[in-house]
């Protein structure tokens, strides 16, 4: 009775073991690949803001990289193009601000993106899936560009506030 149970576990341990090598290689198989047509769309800035972008180099280089993520095709293609983001990133940040977009809102938008790009690097060097990690990326870079709106459509003139 007991050999009988030892077998029967045994079996089971390696019935178990083969069914998570099946997984692991669909896993691979399918990741292998990435597609950018499930990224989401680039938020447009209005033509304030992009007077006021359109003047600093670093940011324009930067937006030149990022839309190179839309012509990926796979995960090499994706790493190229992170790798030119996390380069991009760094002089922007090392960069002049434009007066209006010197604040605070607009730099730590800019570290949360700088985190994403991380993490998608991390993502590609791990070989795990990258579309999330992705999607992250460019919802942060669409908020990074949503804040430049809401500063020059700001009519609240802070000075007021400041001066008691």
């Known amino acids: 009775?007991?050999?009988?149970?030892?077998?029967?576990?045994?079996?089971?341990?390696?019935?178990?073991?083969?069914?998570?090598?099946?997984?692991?290689?669909?896993?691979?198989?399918?990741?292998?690949?990435?597609?950018a047509d499930e990224l989401p769309e680039i938020f447009l800035v209005n033509a304030k803001a992009k007077k006021i972008l359109g003047e600093w180099p670093e940011f324009?280089?930067?937006?030149?990289?990022?839309?190179?993520?839309y012509r990926a095709k796979n995960k090499e293609d994706l790493g190229f193009v992170i790798d030119d983001l996390i380069e991009k990133q760094k002089l922007l940040a090392a960069s002049t601000y434009p007066e209006a977009f010197?604040?605070?809102?607009?730099?730590?938008?800019?570290?949360?993106?700088?985190?994403?790009?991380?993490?998608?690097?991390?993502?590609?060097?791990?070989?795990?899936?990258?579309?999330?990690?992705?999607?992250?990326?460019?919802?942060?870079?669409?908020?990074?560009?949503?804040?430049?709106?809401v500063i020059v459509n700001n009519a609240l003139d802070t000075q007021l506030i400041l001066d008691e």
């Not at 324009?60 to 993520?69: C, R």
């Not at 730590?108 to 993502?123: E, M, N």
């Open 102 to 149: 010197d604040i605070p809102q607009i730099k730590s938008r800019q570290r949360v993106f700088r985190t994403y790009i991380l993490k998608v690097k991390a993502s590609l060097e791990y070989r795990t899936e990258t579309a999330t990690p992705a999607l992250e990326m460019v919802e942060a870079y669409n908020a990074m560009r949503n804040q430049f709106n």
């Open 60 to 69: 324009n280089g930067l937006e030149t990289s990022f839309e190179a993520l």
């Open 1 to 35: 009775m007991g050999k009988l149970f030892v077998l029967g576990a045994a079996f089971l341990l390696l019935l178990s073991c083969n069914q998570n090598k099946n997984n692991d290689n669909a896993d691979g198989a399918s990741g292998s690949d990435f597609d």
